[in-house]
């Protein structure tokens, strides 16, 4: 119980600091909730020191939820994700 | 709330197959249920194939020459998809990699709909991942929409993912399917069905003897071969059959008395073993390139027109007996 109520603390005090708009910080806090509680430990493992991370899934969250079934969109999505995450790791190579 | 189980995705294969996902559901360390779609011919977007999506892009992301940031090229010949994904779950930058494929699962499961309506769902199932050592579960996904399949397609997956991460040959695969290619032709042929199965375990008990010789060398030669329980599960379900082939025979011939006592672990039911004959019969055709149909096996060495019949059907038909 102890840990859930961390974790549900940590999650806020992410969403604070992450500089998200007051929707986007609804939007994670809301479909948090409603998961699994495992959910929010992989978020605070996730984002907590990765702000740039949040912000960039944070719109993810949107594209993927807007697309729904949508194939040629999703595959718009999975684009961009892999575009991001390619530059992600040549930086983090490179480093 | 129905029973709790695990609901395990694995990678399709090492080289891009994308019309092929597949999940494996087990309730109580029994299989019982195997999800499987073919991509193509369903328009909906399900869970799971976004989940394999998601992987793909990852490991889409790791070029097979080393080179970050640079485009990979999908069908390329380098490095297995799934090693380049342990390679970047395992090296040096593993937890911010890990980071990146946690924020993309969150961002999967988030937005599923049926996720969020998992508290009522009847099926208490559960989402993981696992790659080399980095797994992540999550809890209730009622799965909407999949089809129920027999489980043969799994198990090539579950094979080949073996077969990759522990450096087995393809020696067990071509073997068997050799051993089951004759199997099924003798069936076609009208030879007894218990005949038959009688010759198959005698084959496939030298197969996997064979096997568990080569394993055992590479974890000689290796001794940092991870032994996860994968490959413990692997290990033992050949031992399985090579101390007691008179259980896939019992199996095949539908008699479900086999004793609970076999000490080997991670053993969970004679379909498992009955389904992993499948799969290794299943990965010769698909490392030859040919198109993979559920059941169909070429039967290379006869090249004889074998009918595409399944083990699944093999054990009714031989029940109807």
Known sequence: MENKQNS??????????????????ALWAGRLSEA??????????????????????TGDLRRRIEAGNDRQKL?????AEKSFFAERLKQSLSE | MGEKGTFRFELPQSSLDPNEISARESRGGESVGVVSERHETSSAVSPARTYLDGLHVLADCIPPDGNPGESADPKDSGTPKLSRLRQLFE?????RQSNILKGLLLSMVLSMPAALKSKDAEADVRLSVNIGNFSLGYGRIPNPGFRRYDGERMYVLQGRLDRQMYGLSRKFDTELSLILGQYRASRAKGVDGTECARRLIEDVSDVSSSCLQEFDAICRRNRDVPLTSGAERFYFRLESINRDPERLVRSILGKNDVSRNDPAPNISDDAEMREQHIDESEKKSSADGKSQTGSRIDNEKSKEPVRPVSLENLERELKGR
Not at chain 1, 8 to 25: C, F, N, P, Q, T
Not at chain 1, 37 to 46: D, K, L, N, Q, W
Not at chain 1, 75 to 79: G, N, R
Request: glycine share 6%.
């Open chain 1, 36 to 57: 699994d509680p495992s959910m929010r430990g992989a978020f605070v493992e996730s984002f907590e020191d990765d702000y740039d991370l949040l912000r960039f899934f």
């Open chain 1, 75 to 79: 595959d718009e999505v999975l684009t």
């Open chain 1, 8 to 25: 549900k603390e940590k999650v806020e005090d992410i969403l604070a600091a992450s500089g998200l708009s007051d929707d986007d910080r």
């Open chain 2, 91 to 95: 090296g040096p930058q593993a937890s």
